[in-house]
C-alpha cells in the first residue's frame, strides 16, 4: 500500500498528498504544475494518471473521490523512470 509507506517514509518522497476531499486541489495544481495521480494499491505504473491540465486533473481526482479510490497526487519528476520493489514490516 503505498499510503502507509508513504507515511512511514515522507521525507523520502517527492512533494505528495494524499487525496482527500479537504484537499485545495487549484491550490496543489498551482503549486507544483506537473502531478500525476497514483493509485495506492498496484504497481507497476499501472493506473498511473498524469494530466495535462487542472481541469483533467480535477477531473479525475473527483472520479476517485466519488469512487472512494485510495490516490496519491504526486509532484511528476522529469526524467529515467525506475522501478523498485520493497518489503515492510511496520514491527
Same mark, same amino acid.
Given at each position: 500500500?503505498?499510503?502507509?509507506?508513504?507515511?512511514?517514509?515522507?521525507?523520502?518522497?517527492?512533494?505528495?498528498?494524499?487525496?482527500?476531499?479537504?484537499?485545495?486541489?487549484? *491550490? &496543489?495544481?498551482?503549486?507544483? !504544475?506537473?502531478?500525476?495521480?497514483?493509485?495506492?494499491?498496484?504497481? !507497476?505504473?499501472? !493506473?498511473?494518471?498524469?494530466?495535462?491540465?487542472?481541469?483533467?486533473?480535477?477531473?479525475?481526482?473527483?472520479?476517485?473521490? *466519488?469512487?472512494?479510490?485510495?490516490?496519491? &497526487?504526486?509532484?511528476?519528476?522529469? !526524467?529515467?523512470?525506475?522501478?523498485?520493489?520493497?518489503?515492510?514490516?511496520?514491527?
Amino acid at each position: 500500500d503505498k499510503i502507509e509507506t508513504f507515511y512511514c517514509l515522507k521525507e523520502y518522497f517527492s512533494n505528495t498528498f494524499v487525496l482527500s476531499e479537504k484537499l485545495d486541489l487549484k *491550490k &496543489i495544481w498551482n503549486d507544483y !504544475g506537473n502531478l500525476l495521480l497514483k493509485p495506492a494499491q498496484s504497481r !507497476g505504473g499501472r !493506473g498511473i494518471i498524469i494530466p495535462e491540465d487542472f481541469e483533467e486533473f480535477e477531473f479525475f481526482a473527483k472520479r476517485f473521490l *466519488k469512487k472512494n479510490t485510495p490516490y496519491l &497526487i504526486q509532484e511528476f519528476i522529469k !526524467g529515467k523512470e525506475y522501478n523498485i520493489s520493497t518489503l515492510h514490516d511496520k514491527n
